[in-house]
């Protein structure tokens, strides 16, 4: 789903025919949406995985979690996910951001499991401190957040950015995943690990 106000992607995901959702990043304007989906196939929202505490990414999660429904994020990130303010110069005047509350802190090496099917969490600064991407081995997709996107990068210049920090993830945790791994953005359309090692014009492979 592509969400407001800025367009920013977030994944609801589930097994056809069963009972539980996970929604991947919540920007501002989720809830409507998102619950019209669980109602539509009966679902239950169990996990919001954050991929980093942008507001863009994840204002939008305090409405849709109860205390039912777990929260990752990565604690490098935490501020931004308790006083997601702190972005407002860098969001449209007059947004309020609702604060959300991580209830499990995910880091490098962590496994996760998505409806039954292990999960690696890669931790990958540069784009903010605590991006972290969520690689589902069995069926070579990733969930990247904003450290790539099709034929582009994550911005470096916002606080907490750094240009050779995102390089080095890039090069280090996306173009070592298998080739034909399809990566999932936090902006833009989908993409595969091999497409971006031949031709992404913001970093090389190593
Ligand atoms: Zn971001």
Redo the contacts with the bound molecule.
Sequence with gaps: MELGPIGTNAYLVWEEGGKDAILIDAPPESKVEVISILERESLTLTEIWLT?G?W??MAGAAELASTSVAVVGHLADQMLFEKPAVMSTFAMPGMEFQPIAITQWVDEGDTLELLGRKVSVHHCPG??PG?VIFFVESEKICFV??VIFAQSV??AD?PGGDFPTLESSIQKKIYTLPEETEIFP?HGPNTTVGDERRGNPFVRPE
């Design positions: 980093h942008h863009d990414h784009h903010c991006n957040g904003d994550g911005r916002l936090g």
